[in-house]
């Protein structure tokens, strides 16, 4: 379970004394309970709970767009010192996603939907995009995937 492999990899790194990666660990702790916290009421009023790896991944995923938007912010401003520590927080996040689909299994699984689906133009991008994320979701970016699924329905 990643969220066991999170906790593993805190403590390891406590021992060994990386105060930069137990930090980053902590952050993604931290992320995972606050995602927990939110779901109790929706549970509650009847909801199906979430794979919690599926939610783990999801909480990773937000949390690698975030500190990839900071990077970029901070490199415009000439903050380098705090793009270094962002990226830092992103190569640990990286560790425990999924392993990314390239372009070219990407694009194919587009034409696969695409077909699937009987979509004829950018109308259709919504229902493209929403099946992706459904059947390829944790292991495709969403924001390079959506330029490539509007190239395709253009």
């Known amino acids: 379970m990643l ?17 930069e990666r137990v ?11 606050d995602r927990d916290i939110e779901m109790r009421p929706k549970i509650a009023a009847g909801a199906t709970p979430m794979d919690d790896d599926a939610m783990v991944i999801d909480a990773l995923q937000k949390m690698a767009k975030q500190r990839r ?3 970029a912010m901070y490199e415009d401003g000439g903050r380098e010192e705090l793009a270094a520590q962002e990226r830092g927080e992103l190569a640990v996040i990286d560790e425990f996603m999924p392993r990314q689909m390239d372009e070219e299994t990407t694009r194919a699984a587009i034409e696969r939907v695409k077909t699937e ?13 929403a099946e992706l994320k459904a059947r390829h979701g ?9 330029g490539w699924v509007k190239e395709s329905l253009a």
């Open 3 to 19: 969220r066991d492999r999170i906790k593993g990899e805190t403590v390891a790194a406590m021992k060994a004394g990386d105060k």
């Open 23 to 33: 930090a980053a660990l902590r952050l993604i702790a931290a992320r995972i309970k």
């Open 117 to 129: 689906l009987g979509v004829g133009g950018v109308k259709d991008m919504g229902r493209v995009m």
């Open 69 to 71: 938007e900071s990077i």
């Open 138 to 146: 944790a292991e495709l970016d969403m924001a390079r995937a959506s």
